[in-house]
């Protein structure tokens, strides 16, 4: 079983404050997904990172893969009440070339952001 | 374009009662996945369907089953249910190959009493 170990699992910050989650493994995924959940409602695809040592950045929020793919981190520069929700890390399991998981992400267990005005 | 949709929203049952799930992918979404999620155990993988097979199982209880059908829309059956097995039940669609990320529905509350 490939675990993922997110941390912190809870933070609260001020508005205007900057805040990085990370995401942690032992094992090798071919890619690592960052999504938000609201109370009640399913997961929303934030972004995708796929190659070692890849940086991404969505407006406000920076998803960076560690160079063995077996890390992550989400930076969210001037945070914003919006941005409260919980976060996930999943991680696709490494398979043969141009196999996809078959469905089976690996989840952390979150880490809830509140954001206050 | 439509999102992936579940059905019903919230459903309560009582122990040893069976429940049946529906989960309509995203127009052109082959392969739906399902999964549970409950404060304890967050998010775990429940099964995987494509094109009406079920290719990944995660470490459920056979009580746990599910079916796609040719429109690929998908249903999960829990059979004798328990306390334990209250949770938010998802799925989610997409297209095949790596990368392309996963689409959830908002989710079944399914309730045991």
């Known amino acids: 079983t490939q675990l993922l170990e997110q941390s912190p699992q809870f933070l609260s910050i001020q508005e205007g404050e900057n805040l990085t989650v990370y995401c942690n493994s032992s094992s090798v995924f071919s890619s690592l997904q960052w999504y938000r959940q609201e109370p009640g409602e399913g997961p929303v695809l934030l972004v995708t990172?796929?190659?070692?040592?890849e940086v991404k950045k969505l407006k406000r929020l920076t998803f960076q893969f560690g160079d063995a793919r077996k890390d992550s981190s989400l930076h969210i520069t001037a945070a914003q009440p919006g941005d409260t929700g919980l976060y996930l890390c999943a991680g696709e399991p490494r398979l043969a070339p141009y196999q996809d998981s078959w469905g089976k992400l690996q989840f952390g267990a979150g880490t809830q952001v509140v954001v206050t005005p | 374009k439509a999102g992936v949709t579940q059905t019903p929203r919230y459903l309560i049952k009582t122990r040893g009662q069976q429940v049946t799930l529906s989960c309509s992918p995203i127009?052109?979404?082959?392969?739906v996945s399902w999964y549970q999620q409950t404060p304890g155990q967050g998010l775990q993988f429940l099964f995987e369907?494509?094109?009406?097979?079920?290719?990944n199982k995660g470490n459920f209880p056979g009580r746990f089953s599910g079916r796609q059908f040719s429109n690929s829309r998908s249903e999960m059956n829990v059979s004798t249910l328990e306390l334990g097995d209250s949770a938010l039940y998802l799925c989610?669609?997409?297209?095949?190959?790596?990368?392309?990320?996963?689409?959830f529905g908002s989710g079944t509350r399914l309730t045991v009493v």
């Open positions: 989610a669609s997409s297209q095949p190959g790596q990368y392309y990320g996963y689409t």
């Open positions: 369907y494509f094109s009406e097979t079920q290719r």
């Open positions: 127009s052109g979404h082959r392969s």
């Open positions: 990172v796929v190659t070692g040592g």
